[in-house]
């Protein structure tokens, strides 16, 4: 019948979209977002583990995406002009910086990787195996919330909260987040540390704004003990600025908005 819906292929894609905006998605994340029963969300994952489209990381306790699912998007990825720019500037900005940097763009309750200047910076770091990265825990999401309407805003937190309760209130998930972006929009970017996968990295990020609203972050990954904070804030956070509007220009230049890969939402945010 033309009209027939394989329903098994249905919950697949469903199981496959709720790992993918929520990576490490553990069973009880997907059952929730789905709405299936737990044997059928144990079995879709199982399949999509079977076929390379996502695995289980035994150190988060949560299933994550592999790169043949982004094979899905590869067709529109490969038209995208924007991230072809946008891929050049930033070869170009790590020469002026040395440090090299990241564009990430919203997804669901996370940023994802888009394109970075890791490969051609004059200062090499390793870089995090993940490409996704939930938008409370880290520099970029918190900087692209707080340029967030507030409505927007409070969405997404409590979208994050609900996923990441286990164990914990969302309430006390969603005040703890809203802690960290005040912080942000106070100084007008955000700041991660890790010691890993390079002790003593730090991620600085601040939002890519067109027409009053984010559609993305700019992360500058730097070592925080080798330059001081009067270069930090004379010099770099100058030109990680003037690159993150120099990246909204080629956003609008190169229609990315038309693509249907980004939306902007246009209600004005803190740095708009």
Known sequence: MENAVNQSLSRGLKVLIAVNESTPASVSNVVRQTGLA???ALRMLATLKNEGFIDFDATSGGYKTLPKARRLAGS????????????????DFAQSVKWPSDLLMPEGQAMVLQTSSRHVAPITLK???QSRFIMTESS???AYLAACSVRRRQSIISAVAELRADGAQESQIAE????KIEAVRECGYAVKDYD????????????VVVKGGPVGALALA???DVFSDDHFDDVLMPKLRAAADEISELYVTHGAAETGLYTVFGEPGVFS
């Open 140 to 142: 970029s999401g918190l």
């Open 76 to 91: 529109m990825l490969a038209e995208n002009t924007f991230l072809l720019a946008a891929r050049q500037y930033l070869g």
């Open 222 to 224: 730097l070592i925080r």
């Open 127 to 129: 870089r995090f195996e």
């Open 38 to 40: 737990k044997a059928t």
């Open 176 to 179: 703890a987040a809203h802690r």
């Open 196 to 207: 890993a996968p390079v002790e003593g990295t730090r991620v600085v990020s601040v939002p």
